[in-house]
């Protein structure tokens, strides 16, 4: 049981470390970006902000990761 409680030890102390970077869609954006998208918000019903937010900063994520992608 020894291998198990230290692979878990592990794991729990690297999602420490880096879950923020996981499940954050801004995680490797700039910060210029995150401010950009701040700018928007007061366009945004205050009730819809955090999901309108996490929605564009997740599009631009996934759109820099499809550009940077080499391409076959």
Known sequence: MGIFSDLDKKLTENLYAHGNDLIDP?????ESVEERVELLMPFVQAEARELVRS?????IHEY?????????
């Open 26 to 30: 801004a995680a490797d954006l700039p």
């Open 55 to 59: 929605q564009i900063l997740g599009l």
């Open 64 to 72: 820099r990761n499809e550009e940077s992608a080499p391409s076959s």
